[in-house]
């Protein structure tokens, strides 16, 4: 089965080697060919090479990018952004009418230091499909309005997780209490990177 915890030890692990290396990678940058990204599309393959020529968003970008307000929600006016010059933010919302409702998201940028971590999750967390029945809920991988997503829900104690990828670069990962993951979907359809990286 596989669990949140596992996102976050892969995320350790690849942002202490990249800290470790960064000096060592941005001098080869120049000579490396930058990799596309393969899409089925003409109007996708031009939105793609644009993210891929642009650098990595900076973090005052992705917080202004995130609402502050949606679908009933609210975000707290503290975010954490101590991840040195990593392109990544965490936010937390909570309901307006029901504190006991909330959720944290943090959106990772995959261009630049972070684009093994990105690439790392997206293989370990959202390989192949399935759907695994849980004694108190489920957990699964499928794809939803065209987008592969891992989502797990234990109703028994109000959990809910959330993760994806966009444009093989954006990693959105949601983790909520005392709701199901059907509010995080709401939220994905007004949060398209595409504007960020161009």
Known sequence: MKTPSYLHLILGIALIGL???EGNKNSKNDSEPTPSIQT???SK????SSS??????????LLDWLPMNHAGFTREKNPSTEYGDLPRVQVRYVHDE???????LDVLD????????????IKANLGEEYDEPLLDGYAKVYVSNGIKAFERHTPADGKAFLQYALDQRFYFD???EQMSPDIFW??????DPISLSQ
């Open 19 to 21: 800290e470790a290396c």
């Open 174 to 176: 949601f983790q909520g």
């Open 186 to 191: 709401e939220f994905q359809k007004i949060l």
């Open 110 to 121: 995959g261009k630049g230091p972070l684009v093994v971590a990105v690439n790392g999750m």
């Open 45 to 48: 393959a031009e939105e793609s």
């Open 98 to 104: 029901n504190p006991q409702k909330r959720f944290t």
């Open 52 to 61: 891929v020529a642009s650098g990595p968003v900076s973090k005052s970008e």
């Open 40 to 42: 089925s599309s003409d």
